[in-house]
């Protein structure tokens, strides 16, 4: 399986695991940065080397954010830093949306754009 597909599978399960019965006030906005976000990935994937399958990826198992940050970064496509920025970013994200609170989710989308215009 190559690090686009592992990409796919993580953001297909970052999206689903956003439920829009308990949509927030800047739930529009937070889809749209996390189809940004997919596609910066993808992009970066795509542009990158490729890896051979690991034995846990021919067992079925689903990767993890944990998993895929060190693929990307043992091929020098995304750092583990970047990664992990973008995990406690949109974090915060869905949590000010969660919880209702519009000016805390707009600060934490902007902190985001800043993360991915670097």
């Known amino acids: 399986m190559s ?4 990409l796919m599978l993580s953001a297909r399960a970052v999206a689903a695991s956003t439920n829009a019965n308990e949509a927030g ?3 529009p906005e937070l889809y ?3 189809a940004r976000i997919e596609a910066r990935l993808n992009a970066k994937a795509a542009a990158g080397s ?3 399958e690991s034995s846990e990826a021919l067992l079925h198992r689903q990767p993890t954010p944990r998993s895929i940050a060190a ?3 043992r091929l020098g496509t995304v750092s583990p830093q970047m990664i992990d ?3 406690r970013g949109m974090a915060r994200v869905r949590e000010a949306d ?3 609170d519009l000016n ?4 934490a989308l902007s902190d985001m754009e800043s993360l991915l215009s670097d």
Do not use: K, L
Request: hydrophobic share 40%.
């Open 32 to 34: 749209s940065m996390e």
């Open 98 to 100: 969660r919880t209702g």
């Open 85 to 87: 920025a973008i995990m």
């Open 3 to 6: 690090i686009w597909h592992i």
């Open 71 to 73: 693929a990307e970064s």
């Open 50 to 52: 490729t890896a051979q």
């Open 25 to 27: 006030p800047c739930c």
């Open 104 to 107: 805390a989710c707009r600060r």
